[in-house]
């Protein structure tokens, strides 16, 4: 089973909500990501976690809160979000957090902020 | 900091016309170089990984061949379906273990 899975598909938030994006895979693997992804552009990188610790963040507000409740499930809860942050969200997991490995991506969802 | 440079951004192909996507980069040692497919809306979907010059990898209708300044991703005989946003993204020794640099992307349209 090489699958990330999303959820929601597709969410539709104003500026005062507060909402979460969760992500799961049952590959085994022990390093999950965050990435965010606007029309035309390539994915930018949000936050890493292995083994359950967040080892990176690339300097994301803080209106967007990563958590990662065990090692098969990544959710980024979001609250007070600006009309910009609107973009394709993918979640992604590798084997290790030893490098060289390819990520796998989950289908996204689709955050329209209003 | 590491860089890579994909071309054509777009490129129209009939069906079973073979031809070639580039992703040139440069970065600080080479730990892997990666290829993935893009649908429209969905996530990047992985084809291969390429650690070495000299490398080779292939999938079907699609081949991927990396020198110590630039990758190939060719394309057999093309069918519709290849129609995709093809990424090319590299991993240097110079950062993070995580870290990968996309290039942009090219555009793929293959016509009936």
């Known amino acids: 089973d090489t699958e990330v899975t999303q959820t929601p598909k597709h969410l539709v938030m104003g500026m005062t909500n507060k909402k979460s994006l969760k992500c799961e895979q049952h590959?085994?693997?022990?390093?999950m990501y965050w990435y965010k992804q606007k029309a035309k552009k390539p994915p930018e990188l949000m936050f890493v976690y292995s083994y359950e610790k967040l080892s990176i963040n690339e300097s994301v507000p803080s209106r967007f809160s990563p958590e990662c409740p065990n090692s098969s499930l990544l959710n980024l809860h979001l609250h007070a979000l600006q009309p910009e942050d609107s973009a394709l969200y993918l979640c992604?997991?590798?084997?290790?957090?030893?490098?060289?490995?390819?990520?796998?991506f989950g289908p996204g969802t689709r955050l329209t902020v209003l | 900091e590491d860089q890579v440079t994909q071309s054509p951004e777009a490129l129209r192909l009939q069906e079973g016309e073979s031809s070639s996507l580039n992703c040139s980069y440069t970065?600080?040692?080479?730990?892997?170089l990666f290829w993935y497919r893009q649908d429209p809306g969905k996530g990047p979907e992985f084809l291969f990984t390429l650690y070495s010059a000299g490398e080779e990898k292939e999938k079907e209708r699609l081949k991927a061949t990396l020198t110590k300044k630039e990758s190939f991703l060719h394309i057999t005989a093309p069918k519709p379906e290849d129609s995709a946003t093809y990424l090319c993204a590299v991993q240097g020794s110079g950062g993070s273990n995580y870290k990968l640099t996309f290039g942009k992307g090219t555009l793929l349209t293959v016509n009936p």
């Open positions: 992604a997991s590798s084997p290790t957090s030893a490098g060289q490995q390819a990520l796998y």
């Open positions: 970065v600080s040692g080479l730990r892997g």
């Open positions: 590959m085994g693997h022990r390093a």
